[in-house]
């Protein structure tokens, strides 16, 4: 309980400024935590289960339950196995995306429902750098035997994609080869009544951010009529068994605008309405990396 009050302390203090959410964000952050819910059955996780979520002084925090903290152990042991990161990184994510919050302004609560497992476990961002209150050393996490299997894990962020002739002094150059490329591929995409793409990008070490908004007909490429759609992609590269190897994550929203994009609110999660839709141009994202991580010889 000492923790759990320290980590509380922890969370409140990175805030400055106390943000202010109205009635309307309530009712928006009821839906995100009820569509993250459905993100988590969507991927196959039964041991996790959202529980609301609340307000602590412009920190929103999403309430996660399980039966057992082994359930939590064990998912991010099958996790790390398969990407090598922490999968609370893609938890925060995935909420950041659907709650419309900057990460410094969200973390998640995981409490286990077993009466004598009473500490809290939170995770959240710290100036820009990942945090984990369990501070479970590496080789406990890796031994807690996660066994869900490969094609769940898949559901978090990508299989890997390894470029077997790159190294990790390659790492650098590699990051902006894709964003650049991401970068003039939207640019370079007309948008109706003249208006231009915004694109934003941000960079933090070995990973990074496209967001891009103000596009219409990009994954919903065949609609008559496009609706304006905001897309994330998320990038992680690492140097892993004498390779380079990266990993990502596609997520788009939409919504509906004629001359003006929809307020970030507004927009809705694609993957519910349009899943064949999120499929295939996860693919196209897919070819377009790799297409630049398995290019020879690779230069400044």
């Known amino acids: 309980m000492r923790i759990t009050i320290l980590i509380i302390g922890l969370l409140l ?3 400055t400024s106390h943000a202010q959410y109205t009635q309307a964000d ?3 952050f009821t839906t995100a935590t009820e569509n993250f819910q459905n993100w988590l059955y969507d991927a196959s996780v039964q041991q996790l289960h959202t529980n609301g979520f609340t307000n602590q002084d412009g920190t929103i925090i999403l ?7 082994f359930d939590w152990i064990s998912l991010r042991s099958s996790y ?7 999968i609370g990184e893609q938890f925060l994510h995935q909420m950041h995306f659907l709650f419309e919050l900057p990460l410094d302004s969200i973390a998640i609560q995981i409490t286990s429902l077993n009466e004598f497992e009473t500490d809290a476990t939170f995770i959240f961002y710290e100036d820009g750098v990942f945090k ?3 501070m479970l050393p590496l080789d406990v996490v890796i031994k807690g035997n996660g066994d869900h299997p490969i094609v769940e894990m898949a559901a978090f962020s990508s299989a890997p994609i390894i470029a077997k002739n790159k190294s990790k002094k390659d790492i650098k150059i590699l990051k902006q080869q894709i964003i650049n490329h991401f970068v003039g591929h939207y640019k370079s995409k007309e948008q109706w009544f003249g208006r ?6 941000l960079e933090m070490n070995n990973e990074f951010s ?12 065949d609609f008559t009529i496009g609706y304006f759609e905001l897309i994330i992609i998320d990038v992680f590269i690492q140097e892993r068994n004498q390779h380079i190897e990266i990993v990502y994550n596609f997520r788009a929203k939409y919504g509906s605008g004629i001359f003006i994009a929809p307020r970030r609110s507004a927009y809705i999660d694609m993957y519910g309405d349009y899943p064949e839709y999120i499929n295939r141009y996860d693919k196209k994202v897919r ?3 790799i297409d630049i991580a398995t290019a020879t010889p690779i230069k400044n």
């Open 196 to 201: 231009d793409a915004v694109i934003n990008v």
């Open 210 to 221: 496209i967001e891009v908004t103000n596009i219409s007909k990009e994954v919903l490429n």
């Open 132 to 134: 984990d209150s369990d």
């Open 287 to 289: 070819k377009m990396i």
């Open 13 to 15: 203090g990175r805030i």
């Open 26 to 28: 309530s009712i928006f």
């Open 80 to 86: 790390y196995k398969f990407t090598n990161r922490h």
């Open 63 to 69: 309430k996660l339950t399980t039966d057992s903290r």
